[in-house]
């Protein structure tokens, strides 16, 4: 192993044992840092210059779209902040490196909320007249997972990796490691949410003893986040609902549903694991909905006599 790749590995299991970061994020950043390393060939990473980091930039803009970019580089970035902490490098060359550029604002897509009740209802309808017994054990399933997703708008992640113990069914609440091993407390305030998450528990009780994740299939292993995705696509089939659903798509809608219930956007940042208050605030162009309802029946000019 030479010396760069001996570095990243190092990093990596720092990344991983220390920091704790999902297993996802960890593939991120070795995809994003072994291309880097390959760009860099035989160049010793304490050696790469200002002008190595911008000309990568450039072909990274030449290949990929924005969003991808900024994170190839904030992987890259936070590679050379562990260099540097280390003292593996002598200095950091992004300091010396003008990289800011404007990403397209893509606004959150979500999922009406007739929409929603219309798919939880076909997944319902399915535990009762499901055609086996086994189709009708994955329907209950199917159903706690898209209830707890539009209970707490977890992430996707957040909802494979939780484990038995960090669901209190007793006191109604959910224990969340986030990004960057951030945790945090959500409660389930609905009846219908904790009974279906109950009745889930004890049909599966014994698949999840064995595996040690909340969420499972019959066999006994992690429900991965492909898992959910298929899932998500055969109801909506089932409901004949066009809108192509992903499960990111019910945290958004958790998030301007409140939002449009005028509750404080600082809650929902708590609620949502966010950092900063900034990238909680992009809900606030999507409630345009809550913003028409507003102009048309609040604003003083409608109690005009003319």
């Known amino acids: ?9 190092n990093y990596l299991n720092e990344c991983t044992g220390q920091k704790r970061l999902n297993p996802k994020t960890i593939r991120a950043y070795r995809t994003d840092l072994q291309q880097f390393s390959s760009d860099m060939e035989t160049t010793a990473f304490s050696q790469i210059s200002p002008s190595k980091l911008e000309n990568y930039i450039k072909k990274l ?10 994170r190839k580089i904030a992987s890259i970035k936070a590679f050379f902040r562990y260099m540097e902490y280390h003292e593996l490098i002598r200095s950091n060359p992004w300091s010396k490196v003008q990289c800011k550029f404007r990403e397209p604002s893509t606004l959150p897509r979500t999922i009406s909320l007739g929409c929603i009740q219309e798919f939880l209802k076909t997944i319902y309808s399915q535990i009762e007249i499901g055609k086996t017994a086994y189709r009708r054990r994955n329907a209950i399933r199917d159903a706690a997972i898209c209830e707890l997703l539009f209970a707490t708008g977890l992430r996707i992640f957040e909802l494979c990796s939780l484990k038995p113990e960090e669901l209190s069914l007793s006191e109604y609440t959910v224990f969340i490691r986030g990004k960057g091993a951030k945790e945090r407390i959500l409660q389930i305030g609905n009846e219908q949410v904790h009974d279906i998450l109950k009745k889930y528990k004890e ?5 999840i003893s064995k595996c040690g994740y909340f969420f499972v299939n019959q066999k006994g292993h992690p429900f991965s986040d492909q898992s959910v995705r298929r899932m998500l696509n055969h109801y909506a ?11 990111h798509m019910w945290r958004h809608t958790f998030a301007t549903a409140l939002l449009e219930a005028d509750v404080d956007i600082r809650y929902i940042q708590s609620m949502l694991g966010h950092s900063s208050i900034h990238t909680t605030e992009i809900y606030t162009h999507v409630s345009m909905a809550k913003q028409k309802d507003i102009l048309r029946n609040k604003h003083p000019r409608n109690s005009f006599l003319m």
């Open 61 to 70: 803009h030449d290949k990929y779209k924005p969003r991808t970019v900024k």
């Open 1 to 9: 192993m030479n010396s760069n790749n001996e570095t990243l590995e």
């Open 203 to 207: 049909e599966f009780s014994e698949e």
């Open 237 to 247: 089939e089932l409901a004949s609902i066009k809108q192509h659903i992903t499960p």
